[in-house]
């Protein structure tokens, strides 16, 4: 099945007003979250990159349908890797313009620690194992 995802769009400029292509957008879950009808849904990192207009259409998981009031973490970096706009959101259903939703950080301030891919795997891992393991019905 499917994820269910909204678009959340947006166009990047310089302060001159000229498109940043190959500028990227990642978002990630600040948890994982549960989605009543298409299940878990892992906090893993999600890249967009800009077109040569500067626009970029980001698919992702509406997490105001989830049930653990999760959101996203937003960093947007230019082409050369320099952060340009970090903040936090929650994506609606219906989906919306990156900078209409975007709660910003204030200047300076990491969007989020370092990420830490051996505690990504073992909870990847963990998951997985719970999604796969038998469930034994006791006879009363």
Do not use: C
């Not at 769009?9 to 009543?36: E, N, R, S, Y």
């Not at 906090?43 to 500067?54: E, L, Y």
């Not at 706009?85 to 709660?103: I, N, T, Y």
């Amino acid at each position: 099945m499917a994820l269910t995802t909204a678009n959340v769009t947006a166009t990047l400029l310089d302060q001159a007003g000229t498109p940043l292509a190959g500028a990227t957008v990642t978002a990630v879950l600040d948890k994982a979250d549960v989605d009543p009808t298409d299940g878990f849904v892992l906090p893993i990192a999600q890249t967009f990159t800009a077109d040569a207009a500067g626009a970029v259409t980001m698919a992702l998981w509406p997490n105001a349908r989830g049930t653990q009031a999760s959101r996203y973490r937003v960093t947007a970096k230019d082409a050369a890797g320099a952060v340009i706009a970090s903040g936090r959101m929650a994506v609606p259903s219906a989906g919306g313009g990156l900078f209409d939703l975007l709660e910003f950080l204030p200047a300076g301030m990491p969007p989020y620690p370092e990420r830490d891919d051996a505690r990504q795997a073992r909870v990847e891992a963990d998951i997985a194992a719970l999604l796969h393991t038998p469930r034994v019905r006791q006879r009363r």
